[in-house]
């Protein structure tokens, strides 16, 4: 009777052992499928968004396919051609004007400005061919007379204007010689004792551009330089030259 009954304990035992196992063995088996699915839909999600992604790659390419087209068929652009810009304000387009221009008129009229030396006399007498005038008309003494006369009212307006001097200090050489009065420009080349060299007018000019005007120097070529040397020159017109002279 024990023993049937250890034996019976224990198959009870084992049966009972079985089916735990076996429920524990199975048991993923019944969740398997919601993980599978939510796998697959996970799967599907990355499928379309990788699709729209792509979709959207494309659209982009075609527009800017579409941009670069158009770019191709649209009449090129011409652009204006940059002009230069004049040495200073005004100058360079004002000459470009008619040989009388209000400019110069004006300038004359509000300084003291020397006229032009009459060379009419150069078309009288010998006009044979090989003669140095001999080719030389009307035409040409106007031309010469209003080429220069131009560069000698551009030296007045730039002598009476501290802006185009460059002064720092409102300065101009007017301020100092009224009309060109007292340049002595007669006098040069001299000895100056500002400079404390043998000096030409235009080195005196850069002095007083440095000193009483606070402004930079000027070169030789500097259209302004050029200017006002022709201006401070005619106004000495009718003084005889005594270079050296204090």
């Given at each position: 009777m024990?023993?049937?009954?250890?034996?019976?304990a224990?198959?009870?035992?084992?049966?009972?052992?079985?089916?735990?196992?076996?429920?524990?063995?199975?048991?993923?088996?019944?969740?398997?499928?919601?993980?599978?699915?939510?796998?697959?839909?996970?799967?599907?999600?990355?499928?379309?968004?990788?699709?729209?992604?792509?979709?959207?790659?494309?659209?982009?390419?075609?527009?800017?396919?579409?941009?670069?087209?158009?770019?191709?068929?649209?009449?090129a652009?011409?652009?204006?051609?940059?002009?230069?810009?004049?040495?200073?304000?005004?100058?360079?387009?004002?000459?470009?004007?008619?040989?009388?221009?209000d400019?110069?008129?004006?300038?004359?009229?509000?300084?003291?400005?020397?006229?032009?030396?009459?060379?009419?006399?150069?078309?009288?007498?010998?006009?044979?061919?090989?003669?140095?005038?001999?080719?030389?008309?009307?035409?040409?003494?106007?031309?010469?007379?209003?080429?220069?006369?131009?560069?000698?009212?551009?030296?007045?307006?730039?002598?009476?204007?501290?802006?185009?001097?460059?002064?720092t200090?409102?300065?101009?050489?007017?301020?100092?010689?009224?009309?060109?009065?007292?340049?002595?420009?007669?006098?040069?080349?001299?000895?100056?004792?500002q400079?404390?060299?043998?000096?030409?007018?235009?080195?005196?000019?850069?002095?007083?551009?440095?000193?009483?005007?606070?402004?930079?120097?000027?070169?030789?070529?500097?259209?302004?330089?050029?200017?006002?040397?022709?201006?401070?020159?005619?106004?000495?017109?009718g003084?005889?030259?005594?270079?050296?002279?204090?």
């Amino acid at each position: 009777m024990k023993y049937s009954t250890f034996v019976l304990a224990g198959v009870v035992l084992f049966t009972a052992v079985c089916v735990t196992s076996a429920q524990w063995r199975f048991a993923p088996a019944r969740r398997m499928p919601a993980a599978v699915q939510d796998v697959k839909e996970a799967v599907e999600t990355v499928k379309e968004n990788a699709a729209a992604a792509a979709d959207v790659k494309t659209a982009v390419k075609d527009e800017i396919k579409k941009v670069v087209k158009a770019e191709e068929a649209a009449p090129a652009e011409t652009k204006p051609e940059a002009k230069p810009e004049p040495a200073f304000p005004g100058t360079n387009d004002q000459w470009k004007d008619s040989l009388d221009a209000d400019w110069a008129a004006k300038e004359a009229a509000a300084h003291k400005v020397p006229e032009h030396f009459n060379n009419r006399s150069v078309l009288r007498g010998d006009q044979r061919e090989g003669h140095a005038y001999g080719r030389y008309t009307e035409a040409d003494l106007r031309l010469w007379e209003a080429e220069t006369t131009r560069l000698v009212m551009e030296g007045s307006r730039i002598f009476h204007s501290a802006e185009l001097l460059g002064s720092t200090n409102g300065v101009s050489c007017d301020m100092c010689h009224p009309d060109g009065e007292g340049t002595h420009a007669e006098t040069y080349p001299k000895y100056q004792v500002q400079l404390g060299r043998a000096a030409l007018l235009r080195d005196m000019m850069n002095w007083c551009l440095q000193n009483p005007c606070r402004a930079e120097p000027m070169s030789g070529d500097d259209p302004r330089m050029r200017a006002m040397e022709a201006y401070i020159q005619a106004t000495a017109s009718g003084k005889p030259m005594k270079y050296g002279k204090h």
